[in-house]
């Protein structure tokens, strides 16, 4: 299963942008959706994440918010209010189930820059 993720680039302090995230290949089933966000010299950290509920970092609530559509295998993060801290490598994540294989999946995107001017 692949993810390639599309949507980041450059925006202005307090502007919006709209990540997604189209899986390809046959899915079974979905188990979860996540975004995370790395910088240089820090570990990959959870932005949001869907399971059976939402869950966001401290830091984007109420400003981002996660969404996804299991037919269409994509996951969103809409991302409101930017500001430079948000700034990162943007990386997509989705867990579930391989219909070609019938075995578990862990599957991340490449990753999509954004980059937040002040």
């Known amino acids: 299963v692949q993810l390639p993720a599309s949507g980041g680039g450059l925006v202005q302090a307090g502007g919006s942008l709209r990540l997604s995230c189209a899986a390809s290949g046959r899915i079974l089933g979905i188990k979860s959706m996540g975004w995370y966000r790395q910088v240089p010299g820090k570990e990959r950290e959870l932005v949001a994440s869907i399971t059976s509920g939402t869950n966001y970092a401290d830091s984007v609530k109420a400003r981002f918010t996660i969404s996804g559509n299991n037919a269409k295998k994509t996951s969103y993060l809409q991302m409101n209010s930017l500001n430079p801290e948000d700034a990162a490598v943007y990386f997509c994540?989705?867990?579930?189930?391989?219909?070609?294989?019938?075995?578990?999946?862990?599957?991340w995107g490449q990753g999509t820059l954004v980059t937040v001017s002040s």
């Open positions: 994540n989705m867990q579930g189930v391989d219909g070609s294989s019938w075995s578990n999946f862990n599957s």
